[in-house]
């Protein structure tokens, strides 16, 4: 069976050899030394001043918004994963969305201010498959309006923007290194900021708001990654160029093969090193996907529908109308994209599909 994404196990030796490392410690969590040498790695690879990693991400989403949406309006996009929206409501804020643009999906930036009321007290943007939101326009809106901005960077993981990490851009980003994700630790994420004040806030969040063993710096949550989970990003960590140059080597063969007359794919925002996350495909028609999925799904090969459905049509939002974000919702989908997808695969993928294009 041929799905969205296969996630990359390492050599088992190797997960082993950290794994006998925490066996050696006797220590499993509570920020051991595989998560402080992954963080280290992390840090270094990815070029920025802090990181904390975190047991997924979407609780990375939750205390970024318990410090900073203070249970106002969250101008956001409905195009993104569930955890998104989800993780606004949790909280106890409210989710104003804000369509997407059609070509780069990600958030609008052009329609943003005309959300913005007295109550919102920030701006929630998802990187949609890595390709970076218009950070330079939605920080310059939010300096007028003194908002705060927090970056869904899920599929953010060594995208850069204007030769800056993805993840220096806005107050907090956040990322998931759940096992379907470019790099991964099985379940897990991050939170990251630049900002030291917010860092130490963040960090105490995530462990219970201890400040050592019998006091406290406020209220927390547990957010920590166990050893046995940095043990996994210790060991995929020295395939991520292999992982991310084999990528590349599909997404240059479905660009060169797909017939990109009658389907539209991904336009990447100018001045961004892109990661080769996804590889979603837009048709003119969800008739025209509906088919094409079909036909994929009778040879075993199953795309996701990577949105479905807009955000702002699931229950327990408002229901204000995204044409844009509703429209590309009904008719997108990712293709197979992983280390070892094989040619012939490929060829397969690429000609079922051109030749169910009417
Ligand atoms: C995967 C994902 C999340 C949630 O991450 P988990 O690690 O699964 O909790 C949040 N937002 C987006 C856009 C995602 O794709």
Redesign the pocket.
Known sequence: MINVTKTFLPPLEEYSKFIQRAWDNEWLTNRGELVLELEEKLKAYLGVSNIIVTN????P?QIALKLLGNQGEIITTPF?????TA?IVWENCTPVFVDIDPEYLTIDEKKIEAGITAKTTAILA?H?FGNPCNVVAIESIAKKHHLKVIY?A??GFGVKFNNKSIFDYGDVS?C???A??LFHTG???AILTNNQDLHHKLYYSHNFGHNGPLKFHGLGINGKMSELQAAMGLSVFPYIHKIVSERKKIVDYYNANLNLKKIQTLKIRPNSRWNYSYYPVIFDTEQQLLKVQKVLNEHNIFPRR??YPSLNTIEYTKGVEMPISESIASRIVCLPLYVDLQLKTLEKIVLLINNNLC
């Open positions: 997924n991400g979407t609780i989403l993104s994963y569930v955890a998104t993780s998802t949609v869904d899920a599929h956040t998931s290194f759940h379907t994700k379940e897990g994420g990577y949105f």
